[in-house]
């Protein structure tokens, strides 16, 4: 039984998450929202405590022996008074409990809290960022100061740009110069007096500006190329939409995401730049999920793609799910009749597209979570199956 102290948080890892769905039940999974002192929210030692409230009358109710149902949580009602807790956070915490298991990770952030008491754990909130990238780069833009930072772990590590490459479009126009000059100068003739030249041609200071510009990016483009290498790691612009718009154009980076964080770069990198890129790095993840869906419906026969959760949860049971998608404002509650092969005991009613998920990754598949409305035919759940 494992002893009942206060954990630090852990990073979101998919070999934790496979020794945890492992576990039988009762399996409780608490979700907390960010929280900073002061803010009009419910303080997380107060929401904690309500909620651990909320598990024992349920734990009550499924007739769980108080003896168990007190060692149950008593690592939980800890967390009230855990300082770290108390000190609040910019992430979430996805937190689970059963009686050989207790883990608590620190995760992008939830809207608002859940509590769930069941046969198994709810891991569909973290399927997103369970198939995030472990690491992408973050390219702050702009013409006073470019900075690149490597994002892992739910944090920014500032990364120096190879020798000779500018920071500052000042900077870069004290290397070299334009290649070009879009206004030019001619010889006047006798009939011009004491001029000594003639202006002509369609420059303009704007457009002589841009060319600055452009070339000033390029060579950033060609830093980070040089500095993130050919391993195509997501690459997340943010900057003011005339400094991206632009930078796409010029862009040879194969992995650079299709959404940027508008406006000034100067924000607080861990309050206010750091989640928008988090969010912009799992929305690519979930739309590269979509289109795997689309194209397997495509391409495979009829009988490798179901949308009947019955039959998926029987094949999930089997191992024949390779890969399960489900819709993320779906639930479908319902008891699991199913002989599971990780000897997860009944529950009665739960959600059963949870338990699908959880029988996909017990049999080594995989699951996602799929914005709303993105499964084909209106379906709330679907797999690919291996046979």
Same mark, same amino acid.
């Given at each position: 039984?494992?002893?009942?102290?206060?954990?630090?948080?852990?990073?979101?890892?998919?070999?934790?998450?496979? @020794?945890?769905?492992? $576990?039988?039940?009762?399996?409780?999974?608490?979700?907390? *929202?960010?929280?900073?002192?002061?803010?009009?929210?419910?303080?997380?030692?107060?929401?904690?405590?309500?909620?651990?409230?909320?598990?024992?009358?349920?734990l009550t109710q499924a007739r769980i022996p @108080?003896?168990?149902?007190? /060692?149950?949580?008593?690592?939980?009602?800890?967390? #009230?008074? /855990?300082? @770290?807790?108390?000190?609040?956070?910019?992430?979430?915490?996805?937190?689970?409990? $059963?009686?050989?298991? !207790?883990?608590?990770?620190?995760?992008?952030?939830? #809207?608002?809290?859940?509590?769930?008491?069941?046969?198994?754990?709810?891991?569909?909130?973290?399927?997103?960022?369970?198939?995030?990238?472990?690491?992408?780069?973050?390219?702050?833009?702009?013409?006073?100061?470019?900075?690149? !930072?490597?994002?892992?772990?739910?944090?920014?590590?500032?990364?120096?740009?190879?020798?000779?490459?500018?920071?500052?479009?000042?900077?870069?126009?004290?290397?070299? *110069?334009?290649?070009?000059?879009?206004?030019?100068?001619?010889?006047?003739?006798? +009939?011009?007096?004491?001029?000594?030249?003639?202006?002509?041609?369609?420059?303009?200071?704007?457009?002589?500006? $841009?060319?600055?510009?452009? /070339?000033?990016?390029?060579?950033?483009?060609?830093?980070?190329?040089?500095?993130?290498?050919?391993? +195509?790691?997501?690459?997340?612009?943010?900057?003011?939409?005339? /400094?991206?718009?632009?930078?796409?154009?010029?862009?040879?980076?194969?992995?650079?995401?299709?959404? +940027?964080?508008?406006?000034?770069?100067?924000? $607080?990198?861990?309050?206010?730049?750091?989640?928008?890129?988090? =969010?912009?790095?799992?929305?690519?993840? =979930?739309?590269? #999920?979509?289109?795997?869906?689309?194209?397997?419906?495509?391409?495979?026969?009829?009988?490798?793609?179901?949308?009947?959760?019955? +039959?998926?949860?029987? #094949?999930?049971?089997?191992?024949?799910?390779?890969?399960?998608?489900?819709?993320? =404002?779906?639930?479908?509650?319902?008891?699991?009749?199913?002989?599971?092969?990780?000897?997860?005991?009944?529950?009665?009613?739960?959600?059963?597209?949870?338990?699908?998920?959880? @029988?996909?990754?017990?049999?080594?598949?995989?699951?996602?979570?799929?914005?709303?409305?993105?499964?084909?035919?209106?379906?709330?759940?679907?797999?690919?199956?291996?046979?």
């Amino acid at each position: 039984m494992t002893e009942a102290k206060v954990l630090a948080l852990e990073s979101l890892q998919v070999e934790k998450i496979h @020794e945890l769905i492992r $576990s039988p039940g009762p399996c409780i999974t608490l979700l907390l *929202p960010p929280y900073r002192p002061g803010e009009q929210a419910t303080p997380l030692a107060a929401l904690v405590k309500s909620k651990v409230q909320e598990a024992a009358r349920l734990l009550t109710q499924a007739r769980i022996p @108080e003896s168990v149902t007190r /060692d149950l949580l008593e690592p939980l009602a800890q967390l #009230a008074a /855990d300082p @770290e807790l108390l000190a609040g956070s910019h992430w979430g915490r996805a937190i689970f409990r $059963s009686l050989d298991v !207790f883990h608590q990770f620190a995760v992008t952030e939830f #809207a608002k809290p859940m509590l769930q008491v069941g046969g198994c754990f709810e891991i569909r909130p973290i399927l997103t960022e369970l198939h995030s990238p472990s690491e992408f780069f973050l390219l702050r833009l702009s013409k006073k100061d470019v900075e690149v !930072f490597r994002c892992a772990g739910l944090r920014a590590e500032s990364l120096e740009l190879p020798k000779g490459v500018p920071h500052t479009l000042e900077e870069a126009l004290a290397f070299k *110069p334009p290649d070009h000059d879009l206004e030019n100068r001619s010889s006047a003739g006798n +009939s011009t007096g004491a001029m000594r030249g003639v202006r002509f041609g369609t420059g303009s200071a704007k457009e002589t500006q $841009s060319t600055y510009l452009a /070339d000033f990016y390029k060579a950033v483009d060609r830093g980070v190329r040089q500095l993130l290498g050919p391993a +195509s790691v997501p690459l997340v612009l943010a900057g003011v939409d005339e /400094d991206t718009v632009l930078y796409r154009m010029i862009n040879k980076y194969p992995n650079l995401l299709a959404r +940027s964080i508008h406006g000034s770069p100067g924000g $607080s990198m861990e309050h206010d730049i750091l989640p928008q890129a988090y =969010a912009i790095v799992q929305s690519d993840c =979930a739309e590269r #999920a979509v289109c795997a869906l689309q194209d397997s419906k495509e391409r495979l026969a009829p009988a490798r793609f179901s949308t009947g959760l019955s +039959s998926i949860l029987r #094949a999930a049971v089997e191992g024949r799910v390779a890969r399960l998608y489900i819709d993320a =404002a779906a639930r479908m509650s319902g008891a699991f009749e199913g002989t599971r092969k990780a000897g997860l005991g009944h529950w009665g009613e739960e959600d059963l597209l949870n338990i699908a998920a959880v @029988e996909t990754m017990l049999q080594g598949g995989l699951a996602f979570v799929l914005p709303t409305g993105r499964i084909p035919d209106g379906a709330s759940i679907a797999a690919i199956l291996r046979f």
